[in-house]
């Protein structure tokens, strides 16, 4: 096929010998399968911010590290230099991502490296040899359900413990290979620790899998794993090989609003107490 404009660097400096196909193109990227070192890989290419339908959203960004603080702050003041960073720490986020869900043991596509906001990894292939389809592509036996759900189960809280949480996940960015499910798709990949919003959106990445799977085997809409796992995650007794039961006991406890008021009332005696001498030094003046 014709070379895409933006993978003609990567074929002229070498870094890709041929484009055979155009696989997919989303809201995020355009993916071609090419063959690059003698192997076929993916060449992911990331679409610009502009022609973008997925909106860099500060729930998604907020507790990423930058360690360049004249960065951070052109970032922050939203300047156009800081708006290009952003850009690039968007991009850099799936494969800084990549490299560290697979150290951990996460079946995520391998990645070979990243150059010109082209991503280039391993290309993920079915038991026929075959592209593999995604999980909203195919139609799975119960037994199939419980195995890739119990897989899925397993790499969210490898992620979880390798600090990442995918904040998209669902039947839509899972493959299915040949040795089972492959996460995809980690430009919006959450900092558990720094992030508000990390709970809630760990709980609605397991619900999307608990959803989908519970299709095929109606007993696994009866799981919790969700706040099972997240509630390990808080108490620092999550680890990889953690055995999970899938079930969460919730608190019913009502709560005592007396008791509340009276600790918010406790609270705003003390920080009165506190403020008192500067209010006496200012009476003095």
């Known amino acids: 096929m014709k070379i895409p404009k933006r993978l003609q660097p990567l074929v002229d400096d070498g870094l890709i010998d041929e484009v055979e196909s155009q696989l997919m193109s989303g809201k995020e990227a355009q993916v071609y399968v090419v063959r690059s070192g003698g192997e076929r890989r993916c060449a992911k290419v990331f679409k610009e911010a502009k022609q973008r339908s997925f909106k860099q959203a500060v729930q998604y960004q907020e507790g990423r590290k930058e360690r360049n603080s004249r960065r951070s702050r052109a970032m922050a003041k939203k300047t156009r230099y800081g708006q290009k960073e952003q850009e690039q720490a968007w991009l850099n986020s799936e494969v800084d991502a990549l490299y560290r869900l697979a150290a951990a043991d996460v079946r995520v596509p391998k990645p070979y490296g990243f150059v010109d906001g082209v991503l280039l990894m391993e290309i993920i292939m079915d038991a026929e040899g075959l592209t593999a389809p995604r999980l909203d592509d195919v139609t799975l036996t ?144």
Not at 187 to 216: I, K, L, T
Not at 229 to 246: H, R, V
Not at 261 to 269: A, H, P
């Open 142 to 285: 119960a037994e199939q359900a419980r195995t890739y759900y119990d897989k899925v189960i397993g790499d969210v809280v490898r992620m979880l413990c390798a600090g990442l949480i995918h904040g998209d996940l669902s039947e839509f960015n899972v493959l299915l290979a040949e040795e089972g499910p492959v996460i995809i798709d980690l430009p919006q990949a959450v900092d558990a620790a720094g992030n508000n919003s990390a709970e809630m959106m760990f709980e609605r990445d397991v619900d999307n899998m608990r959803r989908y799977f519970g299709r095929f085997a109606p007993e696994l809409l009866n799981t919790d794993y969700g706040k099972e796992i997240w509630s390990l995650y808080e108490g620092g007794e999550l680890y990889p090989d953690t055995q999970l039961t899938g079930c969460f006991e919730h608190d019913n406890t009502p709560a005592d609003v007396d008791e509340l008021m009276t600790v918010i009332d406790d609270v705003r005696e003390e920080e009165a107490q506190r403020q008192a001498p500067a209010w006496e030094d200012l009476d003095d003046r």
